[in-house]
């Protein structure tokens, strides 16, 4: 199932392979099961219950993954804010510039990478410099390591359990 411009929303209980946009959103309902769904501009969001058998990636766009839900495999994205509530990932969340949100109970059982920014002018002239944040609540774990390219906010509560906090750069003085 595709589209270029406009929102494709997947109504309770329903199946599909993979779900693709390239202008809009991407919205699954509760009990939903896709095969993977991924977006350049715009939003994914999903309800309860919902199944993702492969991965979930945007470029410029959110993704939010609500009670119960199951990834399987990467949450992927460049630019977009990924919150997880109370569900689980089974492999890593990937981003450059997104925001992360662990939260109620929520489980990363790979790693979360936050790589460097991609584009050499943005590195270049120093453009878009926010640094990311990576929140992770006292109910929720990622059971792998945190891997950060770039300089982060981590706001890690007491009780979260993390792997290794790993940085691979260098900070500026």
Sequence with gaps: MSSVNGSIRLA????????????????LDDGVTVSEAGTVNGGIRLGSDV??????STVNGGIRINAGSVVAHN???VNGR???????????????NGDIDIVDG?????????????????????????SPRITV??????????HIYREVKL?????????DIVEHFETRK
């Design 82 to 96: 990924v919150h997880l509530e109370s569900a689980v990932i089974r492999q890593n969340i990937v981003t450059s």
């Design 51 to 56: 199944k993702v058998n492969g991965e979930l």
């Design 106 to 130: 929520a489980i990363v059982e790979g790693d979360i990478i936050v790589e460097s920014r991609r584009r050499w002018w943005d590195r270049l002239f120093d453009w878009n410099n926010r």
């Design 75 to 77: 949450v992927e994205t």
């Design 12 to 27: 309770r209980g329903a199946e599909a392979g993979e779900v693709t946009n390239v202008n809009g959103t991407i919205e």
């Design 137 to 146: 609540d006292a109910e929720s774990s990622v059971q792998g390591d945190i």
């Design 155 to 163: 706001e890690i509560e007491d009780g979260a359990m993390v792997g």
